[in-house]
């Protein structure tokens, strides 16, 4: 009997190993209301970023207290916001399809519209270590990397046949530990390498955006919040809350889950 290789990767592959079957409950330690958001991100000092529909961004310290805020001339959501570079943030306007670049004061650096040579509709942009832009091409199904200041495409892979097309109503993309993740609106995520070439779909789906912290894949599924490692493939169940309804984003840092909301930020541990 043929096995299909799908089967083979969630029989073989994936070792769930649930550490603690009966993970407790995780305290809520500070909560506070927001406008509009729309998606966000942490620095690597623990600084959160918050992107939300008309064009401000703001940076909370691990306290939740308000540090800065940025509002620019463009009054417009800024649809995915990037703080992994060690000195930039990066925002993306994908109903202009432009971009910005501030520093960690939130100063502005730069403010340019995405070449209609590099990419027709782009839906999710991130940025690479390497100081270029991951982004994903929606006019011909193809993920690129793109050098913004000579407008160049480094490399470009057409998403394989493999994948129904219906598939990429993309929510997010995340460059990490040299690889490339994406997130869907089907819930399912996908896996490629630092080329932007498909490895697989993994074995998993969560109910939000979701996060990297060590060497885990951090989700949601129904009321657990779980890690994947991304190297042995090992699901640790990190705890439960009461309800994840809603929840546009997880971001696990500082020894904390900070829990995305479009109106508020829930934090806990």
């Known amino acids: 009997m043929l096995i299909k290789p799908g089967l083979i990767f969630i029989f073989l592959r994936i070792y769930i190993c649930f550490n603690n079957l009966s993970a407790q409950e995780l305290i809520l330690v500070n909560e506070w209301s927001v406008d509009d958001v729309v998606d966000a991100t942490t620095d690597f000092s623990g ?18 207290t308000l540090q800065i805020s940025y509002s620019g001339p463009l009054k417009s959501s800024i649809y995915s916001i990037d703080a992994s570079h060690t000195s930039k943030i990066f925002g993306f306007y994908r109903d202009q399809q432009s971009y910005l670049i501030l520093d960690r004061f939130l100063n502005p650096l730069n403010e340019a519209n995405l070449s209609f040579s590099v990419a027709g509709f782009v839906t999710e942009t991130a940025f690479s270590a390497d100081n270029n832009l991951w982004l994903f091409d929606q006019s011909d199904l193809s993920i690129k990397k793109v050098n913004l200041f000579s407008n160049i495409v480094i490399t470009s892979s057409a998403i394989p046949l493999v994948i129904a097309e219906e598939e990429w109503d993309l929510l997010q993309i995340e460059e990490y530990q040299n690889r490339i993740y994406l997130y869907n609106s089907s819930k399912d995520i996908y896996l490629f390498d630092n ?75």
């Open 47 to 64: 600084n959160l970023y918050l992107s939300n529909e008309h064009g401000v961004i703001s940076k909370f310290d691990k306290k939740g």
């Open 195 to 269: 080329l932007g070439n498909y490895i697989r779909k993994l074995g998993i789906s969560s109910d939000s955006q979701i996060c990297f912290d060590g060497n885990q894949l951090v989700f949601i599924q129904d009321t657990s919040i779980l890690g994947l490692n991304i190297y042995n493939n090992e699901i640790t169940e990190i705890g439960t809350i009461a309800s994840t309804n809603n929840i546009l984003k997880i971001i696990s840092a500082n020894n904390f889950i900070y829990l995305i909301f479009r109106n508020k930020i829930s934090v806990y541990e």
